[in-house]
């Protein structure tokens, strides 16, 4: 791997004997290397990226850890928004697609990227993806975003033809942005918690 990998990247493993610590035991059933693992938001001491395991059910989730040196493969959200990589789809049909289309067809001021069932489906094509389906976005946003730039966003996406929850990606962490929009505080997702500030992007308490 060229680059650390982040929340939502969706990573595929050299062998079954790569996740560790996962207790779960429909992970062993369902699970497989061919199948990619997902990073989520935590803090490891010793090096090893935390990740989850996607289930056949909403409610099968497991949280575990894998070696850098174990990935073989990596398919980022910005990667899964690729207009070509959505027309060849065979999802494009699907509401949740079809809205991500809609939204390349604009250049916008920042990087964002496709996770949850829809970018999981787009990745492996698994059909993980029904007619309500939501489509789960993420915004990169290393520095402040003007605010005015974000409210147009929201209004398109409030107009697709399916649900739009789009998170916002800083260095300290992730928030919704529907809930930034309307409220002057937020809950920010860090890697060792939730946090509410007025200030995203800063460390500094609020």
């Not at 575990?64 to 990589?85: I, Q």
């Not at 939501?134 to 003007?146: C, G, S």
């Not at 260095?171 to 200030?199: D, M, N, Q």
Request: aromatic share 8%.
């Amino acid at each position: 791997m060229t680059s650390a990998p982040r929340p939502h990247d969706l990573l595929w493993l050299r062998n079954s004997n790569a996740l560790a610590a996962i207790s779960e035991p429909w992970v062993s059933e369902i699970w497989h290397p061919g199948l990619p693992v997902v990073v989520r938001r935590d803090r490891s001491e010793t090096g090893l990226i935390p990740v989850g395991v996607r289930g056949e059910r909403r409610e099968q989730r497991a949280a575990g850890w894998v070696d850098v040196a174990a990935v073989v493969r990596v398919f980022t959200p910005e990667s899964l928004a690729a207009r070509a990589l959505l027309l060849a789809s065979p999802f494009s049909a699907y509401a949740p697609v079809s809205a991500a289309l809609a939204l390349s067809e604009r250049r916008w001021p920042w990087r964002w990227g496709i996770t949850g069932s829809t970018g999981y489906a787009l990745a492996t094509q698994q059909p993980t993806l029904h007619s309500a389906s939501d489509l789960d976005l993420v915004i990169r946003a290393p520095e402040p975003l003007a605010r005015d730039a974000l409210q147009q966003w929201q209004r398109e996406t409030d107009a697709l033809a399916c649900r739009v929850d789009t998170q916002v990606e800083t260095p300290l962490g992730a928030f919704a942005l529907s809930e930034w929009l309307r409220a002057s505080r937020v809950l920010v997702k860090t890697a060792t918690g939730p946090i509410v500030t007025a200030s995203p992007w800063s460390r500094e308490p609020q």
